[in-house]
């Protein structure tokens, strides 16, 4: 279920703030945060935030075209290693 149009987007406020500062600089530094389930904003564009996992920091460069997504998306926090294959050996034809 979306999020009321009439709140409108979550973003954590210290990152909003962080954001908001980085932005004003000139400098590209980096932003970390925890929050995982903030939304991007159209604020963010251009930007480096690094998303904490659970295990490891993972970059994740902002572009337009990410904007309305969650943070958490683009920082999986497990590893796929493929579905459980049958043992060939124990088969007989």
Same mark, same amino acid.
């Given at each position: 279920? !979306? &999020?009321?149009?009439?709140?409108?987007?979550?973003?954590?406020?210290?990152?909003?703030?962080?954001?908001?500062? *980085?932005?004003?600089?000139?400098?590209?530094?980096?932003?970390?945060?925890?929050?995982?389930? !903030?939304?991007?904003?159209?604020?963010?564009?251009?930007?480096?935030? !690094?998303?904490?996992?659970?295990?490891?920091?993972?970059?994740?460069?902002?572009?337009?075209?990410?904007?309305?997504?969650?943070?958490?998306?683009? *920082?999986?926090? &497990?590893?796929? &290693?493929?579905? *459980?294959? !049958?043992?060939?050996?124990?088969? &007989?034809?």
């Amino acid at each position: 279920m !979306s &999020r009321s149009i009439k709140k409108g987007p979550f973003v954590s406020p210290g990152l909003f703030k962080r954001v908001i500062e *980085a932005s004003k600089s000139s400098g590209k530094e980096m932003v970390k945060t925890y929050s995982r389930c !903030s939304t991007i904003i159209p604020q963010m564009v251009g930007m480096n935030i !690094s998303v904490y996992n659970g295990k490891n920091w993972i970059p994740v460069y902002i572009t337009e075209n990410l904007v309305g997504h969650k943070l958490g998306e683009f *920082a999986p926090t &497990r590893v796929f &290693r493929g579905h *459980a294959g !049958s043992d060939r050996k124990a088969v &007989r034809r």
